[in-house]
């Protein structure tokens, strides 16, 4: 029900930015949270956006590099990354839940993406 888009093959110190949107519902007030993957490690969270509003959470070691917004034209929640990183490569997802308070812990959601591939490499 939700999709992440916007992921890709980028040189270090580039930027990207990830798309989440819902097919049957809207996202202005849901809670969205972004996560990320890599094999063998637990789905961690990188930001979120509370449902309804504007307020929004970083992990803090995201803090300063990726910006979460809406897009209130698209219908989509978006992950803004800069100064991408080798290690920030992994399987980006997005989730959503219909709560007001958001959180970085993946549990808190119900609906989730398929995820998108960022890879960052030279």
């Known amino acids: 029900q939700l999709q992440a888009s916007g992921g890709g093959l980028v040189q270090p110190g580039s930027s990207l930015r990830l798309s989440c949107a819902a097919s049957e519902f809207t996202l202005d007030h849901y809670a969205v949270g972004w996560f990320r993957q890599v094999p063998g490690k637990e789905r961690e969270g990188l930001s979120c956006?509370?449902?309804?509003?504007?307020?929004?959470v970083y992990g803090d070691f995201v803090k300063g590099r990726f910006t979460i917004s809406r897009d209130y034209a698209k219908k989509s929640v978006d992950l803004q990354m800069n100064s991408l990183k080798p290690e920030d490569t992994a399987v980006y997802y997005c989730?959503?839940?219909?709560?007001?308070?958001?959180?970085?812990?993946?549990?808190?959601?119900?609906?989730w993406g398929q995820g998108t591939q960022v890879t960052v490499s030279s």
């Open positions: 989730a959503a839940q219909k709560f007001s308070a958001c959180s970085l812990h993946p549990a808190w959601y119900e609906y």
């Open positions: 956006i509370y449902g309804g509003g504007e307020g929004t």
